[in-house]
């Protein structure tokens, strides 16, 4: 069993920035892949950022030079540095752990940028 909570979420002003932390905690074992996703009313959710087992890094074209994805060592927390926000930017943003060929999801964090 594998347990993601996310923290970092609030309120902030447009040019402001913000960072996001995911703790894992349980078996993490065949880590493929870590992310961020974000969902906003009305629409799907959308991949933010995603940093592969290897070192692939992607990210969404509409964060990319504003994000940035990292992790610790022991693969146990992810963050998002979050820079240069912008109203759409506002969304919940949730943590993905992909192990194996199971994604695991934390209960997301809401991010909102507004003057």
């Known amino acids: 069993q594998v347990q993601l909570v996310e923290s970092g979420g609030g309120l902030v002003q447009p040019g402001g920035s913000l960072r996001l932390s995911c703790a894992a905690s349980?078996?993490?074992?065949?880590?493929?892949?870590v992310g961020w996703y974000r969902q906003a009313p009305g629409n799907e959710r959308e991949l933010v950022a995603r940093?592969?087992?290897?070192?692939?890094?992607n990210y969404a074209d509409s964060v990319k030079g504003r994000f940035t994805i990292s992790r610790a060592d022991a693969w146990n927390t992810v963050y998002l540095q979050m820079n240069s926000l912008k109203p759409e930017d506002t969304a919940v943003y949730y943590c993905?752990?992909?192990?194996?060929?199971?994604?695991?999801w934390g209960q997301g964090t809401q991010v909102t940028v507004s003057s």
């Open positions: 993905n752990y992909r192990l194996g060929r199971d994604d695991y």
């Open positions: 349980g078996t993490l074992y065949s880590i493929n892949a």
């Open positions: 940093a592969g087992n290897g070192a692939s890094i």
